[in-house]
C-alpha cells in the first residue's frame, strides 16, 4: 500500500478555493419527478427529445460501467472524449509555467499537446529497445515539480503492454500521480490495472469508448480513480461536458455487452491472423512487432514508399516513421476479414 500520497499536496492553490458552478440539474435532479414541470433552467418549453438539458453526471451510463468494470460509480468520470479527460487532470495539478510532466516517447502525442497547452515543461525519457520504461532514467528525471507520469499501456504505437513489475515500481516510487492510459486494454493479454485503484491511491485510469466499443464517433472518454481525484475534476469540468445523444447511444451499446465482446474476439483473431501474413508473405516487412492492441506496428525497407505505394492501392495506414524507435515502421489498425485480405493482396502487389 502507498502510504506516503497525499493528494491535497499536489493540487493546484486556485482549484483547492474554487466553488465550482451548480447548474440547474445539480440543484434539482429527483429522477423519479416525471410530473413535475421544469422552469428552472431557461430550456425551450417545446418537447422535441433534446430541448433539456442532460444529466450532469452521466448517471445511466456510470451505472452501467460500474456493473461491466466493477468499480463503484463515485470512482468514474466521464469526459468528451479522453482528451478532456487529461486536459482535466493538467489543470486540476499543474501549475502552469512552473511544474512539469514525465512521458516516455513514442506514445500517444496529445500528452505533449495538452502540456504545451498548459504551459507546463514536458520531460521525455524515450522508451527501450523493447519499448518498456527506462524506470531509473524516468526518476532521475523527477523533482518536486513533477506532477504527473503519463503510461500508455497497451502502448501507442508501439501496441505492447508495459512490464507489470516495472509498472508497479513506478507506482511504488513516484510521489505524483500516475495516469495509465488504457486506451486498447479490452484487446490485452494483461488484466487491466482497475483493481489496483484502492492498493494505489495516486494512480489514474484513463479509458474510452472509442477503441473496443466501436464508438469513436461519439466521443465518450472514462477516467477511474479515487473518490478524492473525481470529486476534484467534478468540481472543474464543464457542468454538461455529455450531451444527451452521446448518453443514450453509450448506454445503448453498454446493455448490449455481449455484442461487444464479440467484436473484441474477432479483431484478436484477426490480429493474429493478420501478423502470420504480414510476417510469412511479404519480403519487405523486417519485423511485425507483438501486439496487445488491435493494431500491428511494422519495420519495413522504406516506410514513406510503403505508405505513398499503398495509398494509390486505396488502403490508409498510419506512417510512424518520424517517430522515436519507429524509422522506417508503419502501424496498421486491424480490419474486418475483408479489408485486411485486400490489405494483404495490396501489399503483395507492391513488392
Known amino acids: 500500500m502507498k502510504t506516503d500520497f497525499n493528494i491535497n499536496s499536489i493540487i493546484r492553490d486556485n482549484i483547492k478555493k474554487l466553488k465550482p458552478y451548480s447548474s440547474a440539474r445539480d440543484e434539482y435532479k429527483d429522477a423519479s419527478s416525471f410530473n413535475m414541470i421544469f422552469l428552472d433552467a431557461n430550456e425551450n418549453p417545446f418537447e422535441n427529445g433534446v430541448n433539456r438539458y442532460p444529466d450532469p453526471q ?41 511544474d512539469n510532466i514525465i512521458t516516455l516517447p513514442p506514445t500517444y502525442g496529445m500528452y505533449g499537446v495538452l502540456a504545451d497547452l498548459n504551459a507546463i515543461e514536458n520531460r521525455q525519457v524515450l522508451l527501450s529497445n523493447q519499448f518498456q520504461p527506462k524506470t531509473d532514467e524516468i526518476l532521475a528525471k523527477v523533482d518536486n515539480s513533477s506532477k504527473i507520469l503519463f503510461l500508455c499501456s497497451p502502448n501507442n504505437p508501439s501496441g505492447n503492454s508495459f512490464s507489470k513489475e516495472k509498472v508497479e515500481y513506478l507506482l511504488d516510487r513516484f510521489n505524483g500521480l500516475v495516469v495509465l492510459d488504457e486506451a486498447y486494454i479490452d484487446f490485452s493479454t494483461q488484466k487491466s490495472w482497475l483493481t489496483k485503484l484502492e492498493k494505489y491511491p495516486n494512480l489514474i485510469i484513463t479509458q474510452t469508448l472509442s477503441k473496443a466499443y466501436g464508438m469513436a464517433g461519439i466521443r465518450l472518454g472514462i477516467c477511474y480513480a479515487s473518490k478524492e481525484i473525481i470529486r476534484i475534476l467534478n468540481n472543474i469540468k464543464p457542468p454538461y461536458n455529455i450531451n444527451s445523444l452521446t448518453q443514450q447511444k453509450a448506454l445503448n451499446r453498454l446493455q448490449n455487452y455481449s455484442e461487444i465482446s464479440n467484436e473484441i474476439s474477432q479483431i484478436i483473431s484477426e490480429r493474429k491472423r493478420l501478423k ?76
Not at 461491466?68 to 499543474?94: H, T
Not at 525497407?301 to 506512417?319: S, W
Open 276 to 351: 502470420k501474413e504480414l510476417e510469412c508473405c511479404v519480403n519487405y516487412i523486417e519485423k511485425v512487432y507483438e501486439s496487445d492492441a488491435n493494431f500491428l506496428l511494422i519495420k519495413v525497407d522504406d516506410a514513406n514508399k510503403r505508405y505513398q505505394e499503398l495509398i494509390e492501392y486505396g488502403v490508409v495506414i498510419r506512417n510512424r516513421t518520424t517517430q522515436p524507435l519507429c524509422e522506417n515502421c508503419l502501424r496498421i489498425s486491424v480490419g474486418i476479414c475483408e479489408e485486411n485480405q485486400l490489405l494483404i493482396r495490396a501489399l503483395k502487389a507492391i513488392q
Open 58 to 98: 452521466q448517471n445511466l451510463v456510470k451505472d452501467e460501467l460500474s456493473k461491466i468494470k466493477e468499480i463503484p460509480k463515485e470512482n468514474i468520470l466521464l469526459g468528451n472524449g479522453s482528451d478532456e479527460v487529461l486536459d482535466l487532470i493538467f489543470r486540476a495539478f499543474c501549475e502552469p509555467y512552473k
